[in-house]
């Protein structure tokens, strides 16, 4: 079939390899627009946008899908289906009509559990013990379009979201090429998402980044796996040169009582309930390192408050 595909992370790119490999003509690859990274801040194109050349596939970087010469440009590829996988961008009812089989969107939940930005970190973050991905046809909504097909992920107790983003790229890519061998038999069918069960996966914001030593231990472990690698859970250390900001990236549930935010011992650290053992942590401009490497140049003593 020819097919416009739409996407922009990392995440994104097997299904686009997949679909290259199955022997699919895709005519365009629509992505976001090279953004400023690191520390020269120079402009950097999208992993999809790197995948796309290097297959040979025409790549496009509209900063906006409305208007008239938008939907003409589209309609210009004569595509049979549009595929959209973490695109980051809209698409207008004008762009959802054009192609003749529609517009299968890849997302990365058990629709409608966790709609919207940023699923895999919520569903750990709340302590989902499962999570999936989805292959539903784009309507106006968010999210909200009939589900053709879904696989189910297992989350282990700890799990961090850039394990499951990995395991779920792979599963999603199976899953989308396995969607398009059905439509283009005739064979897709779409079954409309149950109105209960609907939540929302708003995008993570700086402000919940900071650990909540209050919180029960499981809480605290589940908000940490949910945001390493990136964002990064952190919380304020005082290493023997004034408080500085530390990522926590791995921790375990662990026994011992204490003030919320008190260092038991090493780096077991009480909470509102029970105590998490800190397992990786990463100072400011440093790698991340286990807390065996981190206690080598680190002076945090027992009784320590960790902000």
């Not at 049979?80 to 698409?91: E, F, P, Q, R, T």
């Not at 309930?273 to 440093?286: D, F, I, K, N, P």
Request: one cysteine or more; hydrophobic letters at 45%.
């Amino acid at each position: 079939m020819r097919i416009v595909f739409m996407g922009t992370p990392d995440f994104a790119v097997p299904t686009l390899s997949e679909i290259v490999g199955h022997g699919h003509d895709v005519v365009a690859a629509y992505t976001r627009a090279p953004a400023k990274a690191g520390r020269g801040m120079e402009l950097r194109p999208s992993p999809v946008h790197r995948a796309a050349e290097r297959f040979g596939i025409p790549v496009l970087t509209p900063t906006t899908l409305r208007g008239e010469d938008s939907v003409a440009t589209f309609q210009s590829h004569d595509a049979d289906v549009a595929v959209v996988v973490a695109y980051g961008m809209i698409l207008p009812q004008a762009i959802l009509d054009v192609p003749a089989l529609g517009c299968l969107n890849l997302h990365a939940s058990l629709l409608p559990r966790w709609r919207g930005a940023a699923p895999i970190q919520r569903a750990i973050m709340a302590g989902d013990r499962e999570t999936g991905v989805a292959v539903m046809k784009m309507e106006k909504g968010l999210d909200t379009g009939p589900v053709a097909m879904a696989e189910r992920l297992a989350i282990a107790p700890d799990m961090t979201a850039g394990e499951a983003h990995d395991r779920l790229a792979v599963l999603g890519a199976d899953l989308m090429v396995r969607a398009l061998a059905a439509l283009s038999r005739g064979g897709l069918s779409f079954v409309p998402q149950p109105e209960a069960g609907v939540t929302y996966a708003a995008k993570i914001g700086n402000d919940e980044a900071r650990i909540d030593w209050r919180r029960p231990a499981r809480e605290v472990h589940d908000h940490v796996r949910g945001l390493s690698p990136f964002p990064g859970a952190f919380c304020e250390m005082d290493l023997g040169k004034g408080p500085e900001r530390v990522k926590v990236l791995r921790t375990q549930p662990a026994s011992g009582s204490g003030e919320p935010g008190q260092v038991l011992d090493d780096l077991t650290v009480a909470c509102g309930e029970g105590a998490v053992r800190l397992l990786q942590v990463q100072r400011a401009g440093s790698r991340a390192m286990d807390a065996a490497e981190f206690l080598r140049g680190a002076q945090l003593a027992r009784g320590t408050r960790l902000g």
